[in-house]
């Protein structure tokens, strides 16, 4: 791995420094920069020969052809860029347009692109060189350094078989954070941990499909029970070793450690006694006393004994003492993390059996239908058993589905449609009274406007002239909605009414841009 070093170098000056080594995926961890990385690339650097240029405006012309006003007004930029074997490629792109991106890339007409984390994962296209913009990421809670998993899997991504005899990673050090310098090594990458979520639909499949016995061994002995269990073996061993030599340790010191002869208290207490006899000191309430009683210590007369190998033990004790503190801390961690499956599978079973889903193990209507339910199962069952569905004119339903599961941004924003959606807020605030978990009934008003416009044919250019949310997020909030009518569709079963109002409403949806060829 190298390490372009100096002060902040731009992205010029990092793909001038690295021309050689042509073309390079170059991380960075924000869609924006992305963006803005490209297009400040764009201003300097033009990497395509004139035969190259024209296979591009080819390739585009094509993916225009197929779909019209692929770039609209928001990638006018890109579109020019993309002439000059430049690019970008983030989750907020629509899907045209990323597979666009990945065409060109993959016919080796991309010289350098600027990608999110996203790109290093499940899509296959190596490069010479990796970049990474930055060590350091937002998690959604903090900035962090990244982990040796995530570094190599971007990192991985450098060097094409056939091509290159070595992959190259550069790291651009911003000089404010030199920890960044990127010390990753393969042996140290995390493990992969396990993760059950017990969620409605987990106890109402269990309780249909499997035994007692078998629901047992399901939250005994899964994966994430496994990994815990086994690292708290592991440490708790190592706990005992290092208590084990603690007490070795303890065991060579004499009976008049740390007693008024001991060689090494009374090295401290001579400290002690010169920092309070400084003036700054000397008339806090107490010194006196303290002074007198150091004092009176300090007549004691000294053992002689080799305090040499004494002083060192202490220190040994010292450094164990506080790796024992640390492994501690692992402990409780580990325990805070340890969950109770069994106790969390019976907590969601008595609030399933309280809202009547089911009455002991027997599913009862609204249970039976939640079971064919994968997202937001209590919320859905509820708008749909109440009535709100059922009365609601389609579009209006549709810009209800829309809001299911959906998390809203800071700064994100829709312009208001003409439905009031209230009523649904307000059920979905009685369900957190009742007890209900907040993560049980995640819902927003905010894209169910985009989802209703769409319903009565607006254009794909007419929604984002509503919203500043981009492309792909536009477009997977909608496709999010045609998959939960589907899960509405099978759980309907026998209610023909429902099933075709579903399926009416999915397929008005299901256009343009937003279908997806084959499906």
């Known amino acids: 791995m190298a390490n372009l070093t100096g002060s902040n170098p731009s992205c010029s000056e990092v793909i001038n420094s690295i021309q050689d080594h042509l073309p390079a995926l170059y991380f960075t961890f924000s869609r924006g920069k992305t963006e803005l990385l490209a297009d400040e690339l764009g201003r300097e650097w033009d990497f395509l020969l004139h035969s190259e240029k024209t296979r591009v405006k080819e390739i585009i012309g094509e993916a225009e052809k197929a779909q019209p006003g692929l770039f609209g007004t928001r990638r006018a930029k890109l579109k020019q860029i993309l002439a000059q074997g430049i690019a970008y490629h983030h989750a907020g792109l629509s899907p045209a347009i990323k597979d666009l991106v990945e065409r060109l890339y993959e016919a080796r007409l991309i010289y350098v692109l600027f990608c999110t984390e996203t790109f290093a994962v499940g899509v296959n296209f190596p490069a010479a060189s990796t970049v990474f913009e930055s060590c350091r990421k937002w998690?959604?809670?903090?900035?962090?350094?990244?982990?040796?998993?995530?570094?190599?899997?971007?990192?991985?991504r450098a060097g094409r078989r056939g091509f290159d005899p070595v992959g190259m990673v550069y790291s651009r050090i911003d000089d404010r954070f030199p920890e960044q310098t990127g010390f990753y090594s393969e042996d140290d990458i995390e493990p992969v941990r396990g993760r059950l979520t017990i969620s409605p639909n987990t106890v109402l499949s269990l309780l249909y499909w499997k035994t007692d016995e078998e629901i047992n061994l399901y939250l005994e002995k899964n994966l994430a029970v496994y990994q815990n269990n086994r690292e708290s073996w592991k440490i708790k061993r190592e706990l005992g070793e290092l208590e084990k030599r603690l007490a070795e340790i303890g065991g060579t010191f004499c009976r008049e450690v740390d007693t008024g002869s001991c060689y090494m208290l009374r090295s401290k207490l001579k400290k002690e006694l010169r920092s309070l006899s400084r003036k700054n000191k000397r008339e806090r309430p107490g010194t006196g006393d303290r002074r007198d009683e150091i004092r009176k210590l300090l007549k004691i007369q000294q053992k002689r004994?080799?305090?040499r190998a004494c002083s060192d033990a202490r220190r040994k004790q010292f450094d164990m003492l506080e790796r024992k503190s640390r492994i501690e801390r692992r402990i409780r961690v580990?325990?805070?993390?340890?969950?109770?499956y069994e106790r969390e599978f019976n907590g969601v079973w008595d609030m399933l059996e309280d809202m009547s889903y089911v009455k002991g193990?027997?599913?009862?209507p609204r249970g039976i239908f939640?079971?064919?339910l994968h997202v937001e199962e209590i919320l859905v069952t509820e708008l749909v058993f109440n009535g709100f569905i059922r009365d609601m004119p389609p579009a209006q339903v549709a810009a209800v589905l829309a809001g299911v599961d959906y998390v809203p941004g800071r700064d994100d924003f829709v312009e208001p449609g003409p439905?009031?959606?209230?009523?649904?807020?307000?059920?979905?605030?009685?369900?957190?009274r009742s007890?209900?978990?907040?993560n049980f009934c995640v819902w927003s008003s905010l894209p169910g406007s985009l989802a209703a416009a769409w319903y009565e044919g607006a254009s794909f250019e007419k929604l984002l002239s509503m919203t500043n949310l981009q492309e792909g997020d536009v477009f997977?909030?909608?496709?999010?909605?045609?998959?939960l009518l589907r899960q509405i569709e099978r759980a309907a079963g026998e209610d023909v009414e429902l099933r075709r109002q579903m399926e009416n409403i999915r397929r008005v949806l299901d256009r343009d841009e937003i279908a997806i060829p084959g499906i």
């Open 139 to 156: 998690d959604g809670r903090e900035f962090r350094g990244l982990m040796n998993r995530e570094f190599f899997q971007m990192a991985g």
């Open 305 to 307: 004994c080799n305090h």
């Open 334 to 340: 580990l325990g805070s993390h340890s969950r109770d």
């Open 361 to 364: 193990r027997k599913l009862l």
């Open 370 to 372: 939640a079971l064919h």
């Open 419 to 432: 439905y009031d959606l209230r009523e649904i807020d307000l059920l979905r605030k009685s369900l957190l």
């Open 435 to 438: 007890g209900i978990p907040e």
């Open 476 to 483: 997977s909030t909608i496709r999010r909605e045609i998959d």
